[in-house]
Structures are given as structure tokens and as C-alpha cells.
């Protein structure tokens, strides 16, 4: 099934079933309107008043596509901006006539069809005369014509017995379009629709959905136009305007509903069920639900209790997913759009599954890409929101460029809204993380010193957010095999071995300094000052480390625990052997040896010199 199908499907299941007066599924053959004024007529033809229309209320009236989709003079049936209504508006500012005519053609030949109401015919009688324009300036005095040409008009009659009615609430008014759009349609004749395969009117053209941009565009047939492979467009390609009608307006009532679609960095994300309900959504960064009640973890080796958070959070999201009448999960898809030119739209992302499956995916990246975070000045498991990934990836100042970015338009607002794009099918559909994201993370994470605000102090809970974010990226990558995020004293990979020197180094002059009566968050310790140069050469950096700037800082220490830490260095750096003389860069493995080895020291209760917990 297609985007369009899958579209068409939801807009079947649940047309007639919401009747949001704010966002409502619009039928076929209508359309959602702001008038700017509203013109009350009496029996006579005549006008009643004419009154400025609620900014926030919109109306319901008749539309066809040619009017959804127009860049030239294309009516709406019913009402429309007052360049096309006035007949007396081209004398009064000097422009085209064109629109009135055009619009007052279309409405003469819905007025003559058999049946047409009466007060329809009414209504036309009075546009017919061309006093439009000098109506309104007669009521709004000093009103500039030229400044209100594109503003809409609606209208009401008022009815025998003195009952005011609007033209556009009157069911036979709304009837006799059915039926003349019907006619109009028929007449037309079929054509396969490649989204129904039925054969049924075609569209000659599509509505615009934000401003001028459109899903389906063309150009009018012209000379190469189709290089020798079709006759006419209509071999290329063929949608009817039910099926047009339905996927647009689907996807207008998406866009307003609240759960279904987010906006992000200039690309729309829709996600939904075939019968209209809200599953989680993958790019969320204020949390989609998995972690809610989340609790404080004490300890970093305590996988298996997140992970049966979010098995229990994905429970009730299958069960609210659950078809009754098929006894099997309902269908979600995910779409993605963003404006590619001022006139089009494409469509970065699709994918449809059934809701097991999708949870299942997102139960899956919130499980295997996770690390210990510091959240609200709590230590726990917890996934990285995108956010977060771009943040590590490309730095504050970058996401903070692009938040601000009210256009969408910037190199930070185009990096950030890629690296979105490219996490959607890793979280959505479990596809593997590009590991030049983890890289480019780790590369950050390993420059410390350059996190840093605006005056050039040294933002520590952003450096270890990133270095938390880096891990958690590494464990989704390395999913395969068994990760833990708790210390590993058996793991020999000379990279987490490094990792956990360095993490002791860090630990030894936090200690110290904490020791002296100085604050160990004061300044940055020769381990971290010294991480990007040992990341490069390690071997080289941690002879120098522990040699001539650790020494110093283990003689503050007390006896024992010098005692401990030094027989700490010894055992890792015989495990490490031949790799203690390695000079050869270390990868992002480093960074969970270093955190792991930190928290091993400040998360269990006693160790094994018989001290306290830090």
C-alpha cells in the first residue's frame, strides 16, 4: 500500500466519526474558508449589513480542485475573495476583470442547473448587479479596496418568517452541490486511478497545502514534455479527484490534530492509526511515553529494570492498538514532508506497519540505544531524546541556531532537520544507526574544553550529556552482543581498558581536590583537560599522566585508598599487556570504560579498602 491508499484508507474509517468543530474531516467536494466580512441579505436581494467575520472562525463551503490548486483565475463555487465577487472592484482599483467574470460564469451555470435553491439564485442576483465593493465602502468608510482584493466573503439570507440563515448551513444548498459536482464529474468520463484501480474522473489538478506547495504537481502538456515515452500525462500517471480529495483533506486533518503531527526544524511528521488514534511518535523530545513514572535508578547496572519500563509502557500501547472486529493490531503509518521549493512538497519518509511491529521497534531503540543520564539531578537509564543526539552531534550552539531559525532555512536548520531525517528509520523501523553520527559525537565528546558559554566557562553537565549520549549511541550499535552499563572488570578491549584508566585519573585529583577543602567541580582535572590528546595517543598521554601529574594528587590522598587506586592502575595495566605501549587513537569504546569506571566509584556503597560511598 501506498501513501496515498494508506490516506484514503483512514479517510473511509473515520469520515462522519470526528466532527471537530475546530479541526473537522472535511468531505469531498468542500473545503475549510476565513471569510474576512459577512454580508446578511433580505428577501429582496438587498443589504441587510455587512458585518467583519471572527478571525478564528472558519466556514465549510463548496470547492473544487481547480480552486485548491489554482495559480490563475479558478473560483471557488460559493464564495470567495472579493476581487472575484465584486463586479464593481476592476473599475475601482484598476485591475482585471478576469476573476469576476470567471467566477460569476461558474455560479450562473450552477444557478441554471434544475432545482438550484432559490436562495442561491437570490444571492447570484444580487453579485449580478456589480455593487459589491461600493457596499463595503459605503459600511467601512475610507476602506483601501486594493489592500482588501484577496480578503473573503461569505453570506447569509434571510428567510420568510424573518430567520437569518447562512448560505453555506443551508442543507439545500449544500445538496444541489453534491449534485451538480456529481454531474460535472460524470461528465468528465473515467480514467484508471492508480490509487483506487477503479476508473473514475480524473484530476486534472491537486489542492496546495501549505501556502503555494504541493504533493502532485505538473506542467501543462508542451513539446518533449514526456521525451518520447507517454502520448499524454495521463499514461504516466493517473488520480482521480475522489481519491485526491480524500488524501488531501487526510492529511489537512493530521496536520491539526494534536498526538498525530509535529513540526520539526521545517519538516512535518505525521504519525497514525488506520481508525484515528495517536501512537507514540519516534522523533519526540519531550518524551513519547516510554519512560513516563520513570523512577531514580541507584545503580548504573540496571538494564534489566528500564528495559522492563519500557516493555511494560509498549504492553499498553499494543493493547490501545488492537483491532477488536479483526483481532489483530491495527495499521500505523509514518509520513514526513517537507516544502523542497515555494511551490512543492515531498515526502523525505513513509513506512506502514502494523502497531505490534511498531512499537516493537520503538521498544527496541529505547532498550539498545541507552546510558545512565543525569535527569532533573537524578541519576537513571534513560534513551536520548534527538535533541540530545544533535546537541553531542553538532553541537549547542547549533540546535540553539536552529530553534531560533522562524524560517527554516539556515545550515544549522538543515543539518539538525537531516540528522532528524536520518534517525527516523533507526528508531521507526530498527534500521541500523549510520555510525558517522556515533562518530561525530564522539569526536565532541572527546573535546571537553570545548564546551563552554558564551563568557568561556566550562558547561559540565553538557560535556557529560554528550559523553552519555555517545554510549548510549555505541550500545544501539553494538546491540548484538551483551551490553552492560555497569563496570566490566572482565572486559579486556584495550580500548575500555584505557577508558578506565582514565577514569581513575579523573577520580584520583576530584578526590584530592575534595580533600584540600577545594571544590572538585571548580576546574577541570588533568584527565579531562588532557582527554582529546590521550583519545589520539594514549599511550603516550598516560605516561605523562601518571608520572608526572597524577603523583602528586595520589600523595593527598589517604593511605588506603591510594593504596586501592594504585593496585586499581596495576591490575588494568596488566590486563592491557602489550596495549599499555599502543599509541593508536582510541575509538568511542574509550568513553564507556571512562564513565563506567567514574560511576563505578560513585554508585556502590563500599569498595574494597573499606571506604565509604563518595
Known amino acids: 500500500m501506498g501513501w496515498m491508499q494508506a490516506l484514503c484508507k483512514t479517510y473511509d474509517n473515520l469520515a462522519g466519526a470526528f466532527n471537530d468543530a475546530e479541526n473537522p474531516l472535511i468531505p469531498v467536494g468542500f473545503t475549510q474558508m476565513q471569510p474576512a466580512y459577512y454580508v446578511a441579505l433580505t428577501q429582496e436581494g438587498e443589504v441587510d449589513r455587512i458585518t467583519q467575520w471572527p478571525e478564528k472562525e472558519r466556514t465549510l463551503v463548496p470547492s473544487t480542485e481547480g480552486a485548491e490548486g489554482r495559480t490563475g483565475a479558478f473560483p471557488y463555487p460559493l464564495f470567495d475573495e472579493l476581487r472575484y465577487m465584486a463586479g464593481d472592484y476592476a473599475a475601482r482599483t484598476g485591475e482585471s476583470e478576469a476573476y469576476y467574470q470567471k467566477y460569476m460564469e461558474a455560479l450562473r451555470t450552477w444557478c441554471a442547473v434544475p432545482g438550484a435553491p432559490g436562495t442561491l439564485r437570490l444571492f447570484c442576483a444580487y453579485l449580478s448587479r456589480g455593487t459589491l465593493a461600493r457596499d463595503l465602502q459605503t459600511q467601512f468608510p475610507g476602506l483601501e479596496l486594493k489592500k482588501e482584493g484577496k480578503k473573503k466573503i461569505c453570506f447569509g439570507v434571510y428567510q420568510p418568517g424573518g430567520a437569518e440563515s447562512r448560505l453555506w448551513e443551508q442543507e439545500e444548498v449544500l445538496e444541489s452541490w453534491r449534485r451538480y459536482s456529481r454531474a460535472l464529474q460524470e461528465a468528465a468520463g473515467g480514467q484508471l486511478c492508480y490509487v483506487t484501480g477503479a476508473h473514475l474522473p480524473a484530476a486534472e489538478g491537486h489542492p496546495k497545502l501549505i501556502g503555494n506547495q504541493k504533493l502532485i504537481s505538473s506542467k501543462e502538456d508542451g513539446t518533449l514534455k514526456y521525451l518520447g515515452h507517454f502520448a499524454e500525462s495521463a499514461e504516466a500517471l493517473s488520480v482521480s479527484s475522489e481519491a485526491s480529495a480524500k488524501a488531501h483533506n487526510m492529511i489537512r486533518w493530521l496536520m491539526g490534530r494534536k498526538g498525530v503531527r509535529s513540526y520539526i526544524y521545517g519538516m512535518w511528521l505525521l504519525v497514525w492509526a488506520d481508525n484515528g488514534d495517536t501512537p507514540p511518535q519516534p522523533l519526540e523530545d519531550d518524551g513519547d511515553g516510554f519512560e513516563e513514572g520513570e523512577e531514580e535508578i541507584p545503580a548504573p547496572d540496571t538494564a534489566e529494570a528500564y528495559a522492563a519500563l519500557v516493555g511494560e509502557a509498549a504492553a499498553g500501547y499494543r493493547n490501545a492498538l488492537i483491532n477488536p472486529a479483526m483481532n489483530r493490531s491495527r495499521d500505523v503509518y509514518i509520513m514526513s514532508m517537507r516544502g523542497a521549493t515555494p511551490g512543492r512538497m515531498s515526502i523525505q519518509y513513509y513506512q506502514e506497519c502494523d502497531g505490534n511491529t511498531y512499537i516493537d521497534n520503538l521498544a527496541h531503540w529505547h532498550t539498545s540505544c541507552c546510558w545512565s543520564f543525569w535527569r532533573k539531578g537524578k541519576l537513571q537509564i534513560s534513551t536520548p531524546t534527538p535533541k540530545e543526539i544533535a546537541t553531542a552531534v553538532y553541537g549547542s550552539a547549533t540546535v540553539r541556531i536552529a530553534q531560533q531559525d522562524k524560517k527554516d532555512e539556515k545550515a544549522a536548520t538543515k543539518l539538525v532537520r537531516q540528522l ?195
Open 420 to 614: 532528524y531525517a536520518r534517525l527516523m528509520p533507526c528508531i521507526a523501523a530498527r534500521k541500523p544507526l549510520p555510525e558517522d553520527i556515533l562518530w561525530a559525537a564522539f569526536r565532541n565528546a572527546s573535546r571537553p574544553l570545548s564546551f563552554t558559554d558564551d563568557k568561556g566557562e566550562w558547561q559540565t553537565y553538557e560535556w557529560q550529556t554528550a559523553v552519555a549520549v555517545t554510549c548510549a549511541l555505541l550500545n544501539n550499535i553494538k546491540s548484538g552482543r551483551e551490553n552492560t552499563m555497569a563496570l566490566d572488570e572482565a572486559r579486556g578491549e584495550r580500548e575500555y581498558l584505557y577508558g578506565r584508566l582514565l577514569g581513575i585519573a579523573d577520580y584520583i585529583e576530584e578526590q584530592a581536590m575534595r580533600g584540600n577543602g577545594d571544590g572538585a567541580r571548580r576546574r577541570q582535572t588533568n584527565a579531562i583537560r588532557y582527554m582529546q590528546r590521550f583519545q589520539q595517543r594514549p599511550a603516550e598521554t598516560w605516561l605523562r599522566l601518571q608520572t608526572q601529574l597524577l603523583l602528586p594528587y595520589m600523595n593527598k590522598l589517604p593511605p588506603e585508598k591510594s593504596e586501592y587506586l594504585a593496585l586499581r592502575i596495576r591490575q588494568i595495566g596488566d590486563m592491557l599487556g602489550d596495549g599499555l605501549a599502543d599509541n593508536a587513537p582510541l575509538g568511542p569504546l574509550f568513553l564507556q570504560g571512562y564513565y563506567s569506571q567514574k560511576q563505578a566509584f560513585y554508585t556502590k556503597k563500599t569498595d574494597n579498602a573499606g571506604g565509604t560511598k563518595e
